[in-house]
């Protein structure tokens, strides 16, 4: 009987042991669980102090600038401005462009030395002549 006794007492032991470490393991994991909810708690309150501070400037914002119906509408006017002075911009350089353009060619035109070179064009090129020639077609080709 003692056999059955001391074999009985070694299982108990065993599964107390068992026991222990689980309790142990329990513990470990209960407190790192504890350590984690409280250090997300911690970053909670963080982020809700960043944003009742973002909701004050937002607020401060408002109270400066209008609400973001305006803002809007104030951004769209800005850059349908800067829009406006891009194209003037550009319109002012093309009319300059064009300007210097036809300054270039009033001077050929008005030259002595070119008059020769612009008759031929005009009658080559472009089928002009003057009033008083005579023209005279030829359908033989």
């Known amino acids: 009987m003692q056999s059955k006794t001391k074999k009985q007492f070694s299982l108990s032991f065993l599964m107390r042991i068992f026991l222990g470490l689980l309790?142990?393991?329990s513990i470990g994991i209960c407190a790192r669980?504890?350590?984690r909810y409280n250090?997300?708690?911690r970053e909670a309150e963080r982020l809700e102090a960043a944003l009742e501070?973002?909701?004050?400037?937002r607020a401060e914002l408002i109270e400066d600038l209008g609400s973001a119906e305006e803002l809007?509408?104030?951004?769209?006017?800005?850059?349908?401005?800067?829009?406006?002075?891009?194209?003037?911009t550009a319109t002012?350089?093309?009319l300059e462009?064009?300007?210097?353009?036809?300054?270039?060619?009033?001077?050929?035109?008005?030259?002595?030395?070119?008059k020769d070179y612009i008759v031929k064009i005009a009658k080559d090129e472009l089928n002009?002549?003057?009033?008083?020639?005579?023209?005279?077609?030829?359908?033989?080709?």
């Open 23 to 25: 309790v142990i393991l």
């Open 33 to 35: 669980s504890i350590m």
């Open 39 to 41: 250090e997300l708690n």
């Open 53 to 57: 501070e973002l909701g004050e400037l």
């Open 72 to 88: 809007k509408r104030i951004l769209a006017d800005y850059q349908a401005y800067n829009e406006l002075i891009d194209a003037g």
């Open 92 to 94: 002012s350089e093309a």
């Open 97 to 114: 462009e064009y300007q210097a353009q036809l300054d270039r060619i009033r001077e050929i035109l008005n030259s002595s030395k070119n």
């Open 128 to 141: 002009l002549y003057f009033a008083d020639e005579e023209i005279i077609y030829n359908d033989i080709n």
